[in-house]
Structures are given as C-alpha cells and as structure tokens.
C-alpha cells in the first residue's frame, strides 16, 4: 500500500555578515512537507459513478462477427481520442462501402440514428440481457428500416433523425442483415462497432471470442516518462517530466540505459503502439503492468470505459507531454479521484515510486504491455530513489560546520563564491573532510565576496537544496522584492524575487478572511525564495500575501493577492463574479477535486469574455457559465474555446448568454455572428435523366451548420440530401422521376445563430 509521500522541502537561511560567529537558521528536523495532491485521501470525494459498473453477466460466446467487409482491425478499443476512449473496434473495408452489416445477436433495433458529423448513420441493437451493440458509419440501413427513416425525415423535412423503436417494431435474430457498411459521418469507409453494458458503457469487442481476431505481434514499446508529482520532487534533478528512449535488449526487450534518480515522488507513464496481423494501422495497447523488484504496483486493463465521463480520458494521459507533442504516454499511478474503472488498485496514490514507499537505494523496474492475445513487450531499467540531503550550516572563525540529519551518504561538498562583480567561482571538497560521523568542517575561501551557496551531493549525485551565507557588502543597493502568486490543481504558488541578495529569512503569511497563517518558502537562489499553500475551501474571493525580509542588508516587505473561487465536489450553487456579469452554476458532481477557480476579463473589439483557470482542470459533470449581454443583439451568443477554435455553447433566445463546459476550463466568450452561410460548387446533373442529382458544398466561420434547418425543395416539394458534414457537402438524389420542362431548385441554409443563405437556380429536362 503506497503511504502518503512526504516530500522535503528544505529552508535556506542566510544572515547579515558580522564579526559573530555565523548561528544556525534552520533546525536540525525538516521542515512540514508540502502536500502532494489537492486533497488528502480522507477528504476524496465520492465515485458513485463507479457503481455503475456492475459485473458482466453476457453470454461472450454469444456475439458473431457483424460484417462482411472482412477481419482486419484498425482502431481498437479504449485507443486515444482528444475528448474520449475509442469505444469499439474499427473494421476496416478496404476503401469499400456496400458491405453487408449483420446483427451480433439475437435482439432488436431499439434506436436510429443519423448525423452530418461523428458517427453519421447508426444502429443500436438490444439483446435479451440487456446488453447492446452498435453498428455506425453506415451507407444504409437494411430496406425496412431505411423506409422508415425516409418516411421520417420527409415527414420533417430534414436529414438528421434520432428515433427510438419498441421490441416488436424491428426483431433480429443473430445474423440478419441490418445495414450497409459506409463512410458518414467522419473518417473513411469502415465499420464502428461496439458493444455496451445495461447501463450504456462500452466493452471491449474483444472479450466475445468469436470477435478476437488474430494477432502474433507483440507491442512496441517506444519511450517511457517519469514525472514528479509534488513540490519539491524531482526526476534526475529536474522538476519537469523526464522523456528516456527505449533501446533495444532482444526480441520486444527494451531497457533504459542508465538509472532514472528519483526524487520525493514520481510516476510512470509509457507511450506503446500494437499492430495486428494483416493491418498497417498501430493501434493502442491492451494492458500495462508496472514491476518493481518483481512485485506488482500498478496495472491498466481495457476492458471498459465510461460512457458519460468518457472525457475523463484526460487524467489517463499525461496531458504536459500531450501539448508539448513529446508522446502520448499513459499513465501507470492514480493521484487523484476519478471514475475510470481499469486501474488495479484503485486506491490513494496507487502506483507512485516514492521514498515513502520504498526503501531508499536501486530497484529494478519494469513495465510489460501486452495486446488481447497476450502478445508481450518489455521495458525494464534500474530506478535510485531518495530524498534530498538535509543539513545546517554554521560559521565558526574561518571554517564553516556542515550537520547533516539521518544518517546521510554524502559524497561531495559544494561551496561557490560570488564576487561583488557577480562572477561565481566553485569549489568542491570531498567526503575526507569528515569530522565526526554527520559533520563536516570545511575552510571558508579567501579573498572578497559577498555571496557563499552552499550545498551536498549524496552517493547518487542528489544534490541539496542550496543554503546561503552573506558576506561584507560593497554598496548598498535599493531594498526592494518583489512578490507573485500562481494557482494550479495543487493550490498556490508564492514566489518572491529580489535584484539584490535575500540577508534575512523572508516571513511569508497569507490573509485568507479573518484568518491568518504562515507559508513555509525554501531559498531556490540568492535573490530567489518560493513557497506553497493550499486555500481554504470555504473561502470566496481575495488572499493577501505578505513578506518581510532583508535585501543586501536593509529590511523590506512586498506583498500580492490573489482571487480563488472554491468549487467543491459534493457542493452546489452559484459564483457571482464580475459585479454578477459572469455567473457560474455547479452541482455535488461538477468537479472531481475542489477546483480552486479564477477569471480574467477578455475585451477586445468584438469579444466579451472571460479566461476561467487554471485550464489543465479535468471536470466531471461540468459547469454552467451565464455571461451578461446587454446588447440584446440576436446575433451574438456564448462560445467557448480550451486549446482549438471557438464552439458555441450558447442555445438561442433566452438562453443564448448561457452554456454549459463538460470537459474542461478555457475561454467563454460573446462573440458576434452575423455573416451568413455560404453556398457553393453547385450543380444539377441530368444526365439523360428525369432523376437529376444535386451536389453542392457549403461553408460558415463561425456558430457552424444548423443541419436540421438545411433544406432542399424542387418545385416547392422537400428533396432531403445526403450532408457530409466533415467535408461540407451534400448530394440530392431524386428518386421520384420529374416532369420534362422547366423546374426551380431551392437550397435554404441556416447557421446556428439564425443567419440563412438561399440559392435558387432554373433547370430543364428535356
């Protein structure tokens, strides 16, 4: 069981210089720790989402194979998309539509539906237990129900439907045709399938034996990343996530060449691919398992994902590497709530390397992907995991005395001179200088400076946090520091910044209400402090933080305040925010961890809108944003952005000031759109026939497409198109042959916000 890491964070001092003998500024004892995730494992919120994931109880043996296109896999399940799990398997047909699509089970068509974007045309099968496969991308529906959707969407004179059918309405046994295989929707002619629980999350396909296909090769695994994961840890003696290539060691055996040091607390994440027998495609992994010294810590199993919490896939992926395009690396330990049900264990801090958790020294590492037919691959290397030196320092005549806490394993000593010009000059003394076992004696260096940094490498090379000392200063300079504050998921970040040289320990404290307390800062550099704290939940609005210190010798203070807006898990209401020109609702499941909000004003020419932070934020249910307009202009409305363009979260009328985020924080925005769609490419080819077809493709900057409002007539008599929304274009097929003469084409186009576009042209058949 993984304890809760203590990481050392460790406070430098430094003094005036004076004739005295130099006393000791820190204590013999580290410092209390900083914590390492926003909330302690008492106080995690509940999962009852997870109750959902009840045992599977389908017959596996029952599902057949649900095409005739073939056996070659392209995407599996559980693979990586940008706001979801992939949630079936895709079938590859060869660049072919027209395939037959047949029923995996026994059951009926309980829905239909059809689309511009995303899945285009799709069928959902219930199944006796309960349980449902879904078929998407289709050409077109077996001849029953493809006359009812025509009849449907001539009824409403649109191309999007969603319907809903009882149990008698259309019964299939396992093996009846169903539809056609094709390419609406997005993506290339293939087939979607999935299979889902009673409760509408997806399984893997893969769990049925007849739907396994076959596959002799393992994975490739192609780089691993180690990252810290507190305040003060650190990977290699950096505190950034740390990238190894993996280098060959046999047959699907990998290895890291040299040993990864770690530092307080780290986590393991690996970027794998798999490719199946007969496929070019590289899909995502199976299953991962992290070793150490041969015992199980951690594993990944995709066997299910959730269906409304599916973008969630943002706490599975390490999202830094993802943005800086270094990988896409998966996540091996669990710091935080969520309601992904594939970790094994599920528990608080399950799967981080810490010096809580293992003893201190080299262990062996090793993380093994394998693919559903139990294809293996393997990564193996040595990890050193310790903690930071911890010692004090003192002057005595000219010497300065090093005590070291613990039993320490120092190797080397660093002491660096600063001249009063600013150059730094570097000596090292090795471990013989020992006085009695925990002390070292060293001589301090001769000659003018002002400056000493001080600190120790242990055996590892783990270097100290440095301490400094302070000499005669050759002038006095303005004493003057200034002080930041930043927010994440971890809480605030102090940071106090002097041009000159910090000659006292600052006093940090924080005013949160009527309450005030003390923030515990380490000396990173002579001019350079930094500390962390973590918000009251209870509080709304302004922390002031204040320092006290002395710089080159003269006493100064400076301080900075920061807005924090606790929302809670388990919680609800509203923040007024803005003088009530920015509202924000949540509920009890709006939010995984306490999400510690703050807002930025956005004004430009023509956007009002806020920046909500820190955007790294994971939601769960998400939020409601209501941004005020008092322009009761028609065509402006809320949008949103994260790290893409704008999307229009805002319904129209009343609500069109209001929308809702459920995935994650970024920019909301009124924006203004009052630029029609356009209509373009347009042609009517007859061809010798009575039947013509139509073609046209159309294009709108901003609210997008109001599929539902694009509307086809031919002599005032609806015609409803085929629209391919992700390349923004439509067919009409006539079925119905015309008269010969003249006949007036209508083509009506509406965007989301109500701005429309009409074509008309004249046609003739002869």
């Not at 109750?51 to 043996?61: A, N, Q």
């Not at 270097?463 to 809480?491: M, N, Q, W, Y």
Request: net charge neutral; charged share 25%; proline share 8%.
């Amino acid at each position: 069981m993984v304890r809760l890491i203590v990481i050392v964070l460790l406070v430098g001092g430094v003094t005036f210089w004076s004739s005295l003998p130099l006393t000791p500024l820190l204590s013999s004892s580290p410092p209390p720790p900083f914590p390492l995730s926003p909330i302690p494992p008492s106080s995690l919120p509940p999962t009852p989402l997870l109750s959902v994931f009840d045992s599977l109880t389908t017959d596996f043996h029952d599902y057949a194979w649900p095409t005739e296109a073939g056996r070659i896999v392209t995407s599996t399940f559980g693979e990586y998309r940008r706001t979801h799990f992939h949630g079936g398997i895709d079938i590859s047909s060869g660049d072919i539509t027209g395939y037959g699509v047949r029923a995996a089970r026994d059951g009926y068509v309980a829905r239909m539906r059809i689309g511009a974007t995303g899945y285009g045309k799709m069928l959902y099968v219930r199944h006796p237990d309960g349980f449902t496969t879904t078929y998407a991308h289709l050409q077109r529906f077996a001849p029953a129900i493809d006359a009812r959707a025509e009849a449907e969407q001539r009824r409403r004179e649109c191309y999007p439907l969603d319907l809903t059918f009882t149990a008698d309405e259309f019964p299939v046994l396992k093996g009846d045709l169903i539809a056609y295989s094709g390419e609406t929707g997005t993506g290339s002619p293939h087939l979607h399938f999935e299979i889902r629980d009673r409760r509408m999350n997806p399984l893997n396909p893969f769990l049925a034996p007849s739907l396994r296909i076959r596959d002799d090769i393992p994975p490739t695994i192609r780089k691993i990343a180690v990252s810290p994961l507190a305040p003060g840890a650190m990977v290699d003696g950096r505190s950034a996530p740390q990238v190894y290539a993996a280098r060959s060691a046999g047959p699907h055996r990998y290895r890291v060449a040299r040993p990864i040091i770690v530092t307080g607390a780290a986590g393991f994440s690996v970027d794998a691919r798999d490719r199946i027998d007969g496929s070019r495609f590289r899909n995502g992994v199976y299953a991962h398992t992290l070793l150490v010294d041969d015992a199980d810590v951690y594993t990944v199993r995709l066997d299910r994902t959730p269906a409304g919490e599916s973008h969630e896939i943002g706490l599975y992926y390490e999202g830094d590497l993802l943005r800086e395009r270094r990988g896409r690396f998966e996540k091996l330990y669990m710091t935080g709530p969520n309601d992904l049900p594939f970790y094994a264990p599920r528990s608080w801090m399950a799967g981080v390397i810490s010096d809580a958790a293992f003893t201190q020294g080299p262990h062996r590492f090793r993380i093994v992907s394998r693919d559903f037919n139990g294809n293996e691959a393997e990564m193996s290397g040595t990890i050193i995991v310790t903690s930071p030196p911890w010692f004090t320092v003192e002057r005595s005549g000219n010497n300065l005395n090093l005590r070291f806490a613990g039993s320490p394993d120092i190797s080397r000593i660093f002491v660096a001179a600063r001249s009063p010009l600013g150059f730094w000059s570097n000596r090292i003394w090795p471990t013989e200088h020992d006085g009695p076992r925990g002390t070292s004696t060293i001589p301090i260096p001769e000659g003018g400076w002002d400056v000493l940094k001080v600190f120790v490498e242990d055996r590892w090379g783990v270097p100290s946090p440095p301490r400094f000392i302070t000499g005669t200063l050759t002038e006095k300079r303005p004493s003057e520091f200034t002080v930041t504050c930043a927010s994440d998921d971890h809480g605030v970040r102090v940071r106090l910044h002097a041009t000159g040289v910090f000659t006292a320990m600052p006093l940090v404290t924080v005013a949160e209400g009527a309450e005030t307390f003390t923030v515990v800062v380490r000396q990173e550099d002579a001019g350079a402090y930094e500390g962390r704290f973590r918000p009251s939940e209870r509080i709304q609005g302004t922390r002031r933080v204040t320092a006290e210190a002395a710089v080159n010798g003269v006493p100064a203070t400076g301080e900075a305040s920061i807005a924090l807006f606790p929302v809670v898990p388990g919680s609800s209401g509203a923040l007024s925010l803005d003088g009530g020109n920015l509202v924000i609702r949540y509920d009890t499941l709006s939010v995984l961890t306490p999400l510690f909000l703050r807002w930025e004003a956005i004004a430009s020419d023509d956007v009002h809108g806020y920046a909500l932070k820190p955007v790294e934020t994971i939601l769960r249910d998400g939020l409601t944003v209501t941004v005020r307009d008092s322009s009761d202009d028609p065509h402006r409305a809320l949008f949103f952005r994260s790290r893409g363009g704008w999307e229009l979260i805002g319904g129209e009328g009343a609500d069109r000031t209001s929308g809702h985020i459920d995935r994650s924080l970024g920019e909301v925005a009124l924006l203004r759109d009052d630029t029609p769609p356009s209509i373009y490419g347009l042609s009517i080819s007859t061809r010798g026939t009575r039947r013509p077809v139509i073609r046209f493709r159309f294009q709108d900057d901003r609210s997008g497409i109001e599929y539902d409002r694009l509307k086809v007539y031919i002599d005032g008599a609806v015609v409803i198109p085929e629209i391919d929304g992700e390349h923004r274009r439509a067919v009409c097929q006539v079925t119905e042959p015309l008269e010969r003469g003249p006949h007036q084409l209508t083509v009506r186009l509406h965007d989301r916000l109500g701005n429309a576009t009409t074509v008309e042209r004249r046609f003739f058949l002869r």
